[in-house]
């Protein structure tokens, strides 16, 4: 471990006079007599004063406390933190994508307008839609937008009666948010024992009041939904609209299309199946893709191509039946790359193999831990799966303490407390990038666990002991945050 101490900032290492580089005021002094003294500094900018060797190393070991898919295995369910290809790092960096401004006029951006429109088309013949918009930010904004642009539909029907957004009690919860910013009421539908939706369920919940049904396939225990024909059928007889949450898309890549299901509306994950590093928050890409019939409702912008006599010429155009704007420009155009990057070296192959590979290896490890952690859903799953904590619940060792106690061997820890369904869910998500003798060191470990947990329950409840942070107060920290160093500085004062 480095010699850092955890959370010391750049501002307690700063000694007066130090300095990392010397500008030369030459030719600064008339720029200055030119300012007006109103925007003039009265009193110097407080900034640490710091040489280059110790800025250097302070962010260069503050990187190392942080875990990263690049750092170890993160099976982190739902979130499919697969390994990111850098070469799909190299492609959005090539400065003739990173260094493009929006307002550029179209006939200076060929290229980047036709690598955007590329992806569009991809996305819509993996979701089997009939077209895409890439302009949200992130996954909720995509179910937003996805709700937008079906509210629209019902709107320009002059169907107004329609309020209401049917969600599995299984579901994201993601999912009632949009619908509640969407300005549509939530109902819940519960899931069977098995893990999937309850159709019995859900035909009452079905009349003219109802927006949309939401749904997730796989879902969110990792169970694939069987019934979602027979589910399209009602929906779309009481004519509602049909909502594919397709953040967990990776293992029906190039194996199955929402659209062929029969949804109408879905989004897709960039930062998830397409290999985006993410984590904290950031960055994201949440395509949304709609079935013939309802493109005319997709957000502005929208790009698109001219064809004439072999020539080819792309462009933005903004329409009346849209939506509108949902973000400032036309999304996040370094993740939208990535993701092509990634589609255009796996390859129809390479994206064929995905999802294969992710399901057979969740299944592995659920096989493998399946006689010391409880497993409340006992059918072949898809890419992840929940444990509901360890199998013997005496001797007290929780789900979080689990999950600390697997930071100690250096491995994320899996989603923890969702879903709601089960007291101490565990949910984990391995991913098609990880080595079998990954996948067995981890297994290893979780055994190891649990064999703690009976012998020596107290080294689990009190983990983690090796990591650069041990048990941060949570709580405190989101009721009492201390965002700036002036904060703390004022209260030390
Ligand atoms: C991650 C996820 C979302 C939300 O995506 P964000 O990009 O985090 O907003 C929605 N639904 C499911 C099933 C997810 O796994």
């Given amino acids: 471990m480095n010699r850092q101490v955890y959370g010391k900032v750049i501002f307690d290492l700063s000694k007066p006079g130090r300095r990392g580089y010397y500008l030369s005021p030459a030719g600064c002094e008339d720029a200055l007599q030119s300012l007006p003294s109103s925007l003039l500094r009265e009193k110097p900018l407080r900034l640490p004063q710091v040489d280059e060797p110790t800025v250097v190393r302070h962010y260069t070991n503050m990187s190392t406390n942080n875990f990263g898919v690049d750092s170890g295995f993160y099976p982190l369910g739902s979130c499919t933190m697969k390994y990111n290809p850098k070469i799909n790092e190299e492609m959005a960096a090539l400065p003739g994508f990173a260094s493009l401004h929006p307002l550029q006029p179209i006939f200076t951006v060929q290229g ?45 029907r002059g169907d107004k009666a329609r309020v209401k957004v049917i969600v599995p009690d299984s579901a994201h919860g993601t999912n009632p948010a949009s619908a509640a910013v969407a300005g549509l009421q939530v109902v819940q539908v519960k899931s069977l024992p098995d893990g999937t939706v309850d159709v019995e369920a859900l035909r009452p919940l ?86 013939a019939g309802l493109e005319e409702f997709l957000p502005n912008p929208r790009v698109k191509v001219l064809e004439h006599e072999g020539h080819k010429l792309y462009y933005h155009t903004v329409e009346d039946t849209s939506l509108g704007r949902i973000s400032s420009w036309m999304g996040n155009y370094a993740v939208e790359l990535r993701a092509l990057a990634y589609i255009l070296t796996m390859g129809r192959e390479g994206l064929r193999m995905a999802g294969p590979l992710a399901t057979l290896n969740a299944n592995y490890i659920k096989e493998s831990l399946r006689d010391l952690y409880l497993l409340p859903i006992d059918r072949v799953c898809k890419h992840e799966f929940v444990f509901d904590g360890l199998a013997d619940k005496s001797t007290g060792v929780t789900t979080l303490n689990i999950a600390k106690r697997l930071l100690d061997h ?84």
């Avoid at 991809?122 to 077209?131: C, D, R, T």
């Avoid at 949309?212 to 169970?223: K, L, Q």
């Avoid at 589910?231 to 898309?249: F, K, R, S, T, W």
């Avoid at 250096?410 to 565990?426: D, K, M, N, R, V």
């Fill in 112 to 156: 980047a307008l036709k690598a955007y429109y590329e992806l569009q088309q991809l996305l819509s013949e993996i979701g089997g839609m009939a077209e895409f918009t890439l302009n949200p930010y992130a996954g909720a904004q995509g179910e937003l937008t996805g709700l937008m642009v079906i509210r629209a539909y019902h709107d320009s």
């Fill in 410 to 493: 250096g491995f994320h820890a899996p989603t923890i407390y969702f879903p709601l369904l089960f007291h101490e869910s565990l949910m984990i998500e391995p991913t098609e990038t990880e080595s079998l003798e990954t996948l067995d060191e981890f297994i290893a470990v979780m055994r190891d666990i649990a064999r703690e947990a009976a012998e020596t329950p107290d080294v689990v409840k009190d983990a983690p002991h090796n990591t650069p942070v041990r048990k941060p107060d949570d709580t405190a920290a989101a009721l009492n945050p201390v965002v700036s160093y002036f904060q703390l500085d004022s209260a030390k004062a």
């Fill in 206 to 291: 079905l009349d003219e009041t109802v927006a949309a049904v939401m749904m997730t396939n796989p879902n969110t225990v990792g169970i694939f939904e069987h019934n979602i024909p027979a589910i399209a059928e009602m929906v779309h007889a009481c004519g509602a609209l049909l909502y594919y949450d397709g953040a967990n898309l990776n293992p029906m890549l190039g194996v199955a299309r929402p659209g062929d299901m029969g949804f109408d509306v879905m989004h897709i994950n960039l930062h998830k199946t397409f290999s985006t590093p993410h984590g904290g928050g950031g960055p994201g890409s949440g395509p949304v893709g709609v079935r």
